[in-house]
């Protein structure tokens, strides 16, 4: 981890805005696009699960769909398959992780830190890689803690990933506009790894530290969703040290301002379609607010997951308090990412990879 990543620059901005493309593009198909894309596949399964009565399964469902548009960087139709392909087998290999520690705190910390090493590793190799393995540890931290893996999920993320496909496809055949792919080959991905080796394996070593910290320190002050602060620290822990600390800022700002956009609107709309109004709004909004500032992307999301939250809480006539304890984790994974920095900081001196 470091201040000034090579080329770090350039690939965020290629994973935003490929060459040949208007600064309000991302692959070709324009924000607007990007923005009705997203919404039409995250809110497929909130709609399933509404219509049918049932939400037991909506959340690895929706981690496939999600995951699979952000791996979806454009290409043939079969070239797309195997991404969404790749999407659904992150998510089934994460929470079958997951289902095998779950009910064993010790071992459900292990299997996290295990996660975000891997996260750790391939984190800079490309903007694809390092979204696979953060739902990776996402899948593994939601079948420890909240939901049960079953076997019928299986058949939901197979549905999902290749609902999700069609959207993508179906998005392009409509347009009359075939995005090109962006996709990395795999001679760069493992070179790159081959050049940093020694960066990874430390970066790896600071941020599996700073999840074990996140995750046993919520356990020990009893907030529900642990995992959660462990999610904080791999969104914001990147190899570039500067830009994590902009991630920081930005989450723990657009978290506090989507959980108060959240109570405000959950307080005024309480009916289930009232709030999947609101679901899709926040979809809706996710991409744009992105394009503005950074924190008001985070805050669509926050909004979207404490909403989620308070539906799945009216449907099963439950009480949720959702935006605190998001508000809470988040802050907790942001402390501990930040010391991970400092950390960081003194051993890369301390082994002479920067000057004091």
Known sequence: ????????????????????????????????????RFTATVMAPMAAGLALHQNYWVGY???????????????????????FAVAGGVILAGATLGSAV????????????????????VEAVHPSAAFAARFFCLATAIAALDLPFQPGDVVVVAVFA?????????????????????????????????????????????????????FMTGRLLGLPHPHWAVFAVVIVLRDDTQFSRRMMIDLVLGTVLGAGAAVVYGGLVTSPAGLMA???????????????????GMAAMAAFVILLLQLVGTLMHVPMHAAGDRVAD???????????????ARLRRWLGWEEA
């Open 1 to 36: 981890m470091h201040s000034s990543k090579p080329g770090a620059g350039a690939s965020t901005a290629a994973a935003s805005h490929p060459i040949g493309a208007t600064p309000l593009r991302w692959h070709d198909d324009g924000l607007p696009g990007r923005s009705l």
């Open 61 to 83: 469902a929706l981690l496939t769909c999600i995951l699979g548009f952000t791996l979806d960087t454009g290409g043939s139709a079969p070239h797309r398959a195997v991404l």
């Open 102 to 121: 779950a009910g064993h705190v010790w071992l459900t910390a292990t299997a996290l830190v295990v996660a975000a090493a891997l996260y750790a590793l």
């Open 162 to 214: 290749f609902y999700a496909w069609l959207v993508s496809v179906g998005w392009d055949v409509t347009t009359g506009l075939w995005r090109p792919s962006t996709a990395p080959t795999l001679v760069a991905i493992l070179a790159h790894i081959r050049d940093t080796q020694q960066e990874r394996l430390l970066f790896a070593g600071i941020v599996a530290l700073a999840v074990a910290l996140a």
């Open 278 to 296: 609101g679901l899709t709004l926040a979809a809706l909004v996710r991409w744009p607010g992105q394009n503005l500032h950074g924190a008001l």
């Open 330 to 344: 988040i802050t907790l994974g942001c402390a501990f990412a930040l010391a991970a920095l400092v950390i960081s």
